[in-house]
């Protein structure tokens, strides 16, 4: 069975960093094109940061460029999203995703929720 597990979210402050982490179970992260995505209700789901399979460089959303940091570790097949200088409006539940191709994403983990208030 195939699953991507997040963990790491939590409640920060304004100004400060927080990283996700994604756990591949069934498949080689190695294999895949990944990526983190954010939803708040309401809104239409955010494309943060696109990995590849190709080993291009990580492609980011003009909102998050310079401030998140998305990082694949084949050895512990598990993805992170490293976040700095968050803001209140970074407050969103947090997926990761992974495809064959960078678009069709087959595998979604559950989410989880990212809260930045003072």
């Known amino acids: 069975q195939v699953q991507l597990v997040e963990s790491g979210g939590g409640l920060v402050q304004p100004g400060g960093s927080l990283r996700l982490s994604c756990l591949g179970s069934?498949?080689?992260?190695?294999?895949?094109?990944l990526a983190w995505v954010r939803q708040t209700p309401g809104h239409e789901r955010e494309w943060l940061a696109v990995?590849?399979?190709?080993?291009?460089?990580?492609v980011y959303a003009d909102s998050v460029k310079g401030r998140f940091t998305i990082i694949r570790d084949n050895a512990k097949n598990t993805l992170y999203l490293e976040m700095k200088s968050l803001k209140p409006e970074d407050t969103a539940v947090y997926y990761c995703?992974?495809?064959?191709?960078?678009?069709?994403?087959?595998?979604w983990g559950q989410g989880t929720q990212v809260t930045v208030s003072s």
């Open positions: 069934g498949l080689a992260v190695s294999e895949f094109a």
């Open positions: 995703a992974a495809g064959l191709t960078d678009t069709s994403w087959g595998y």
């Open positions: 990995l590849r399979r190709s080993g291009d460089a990580p």
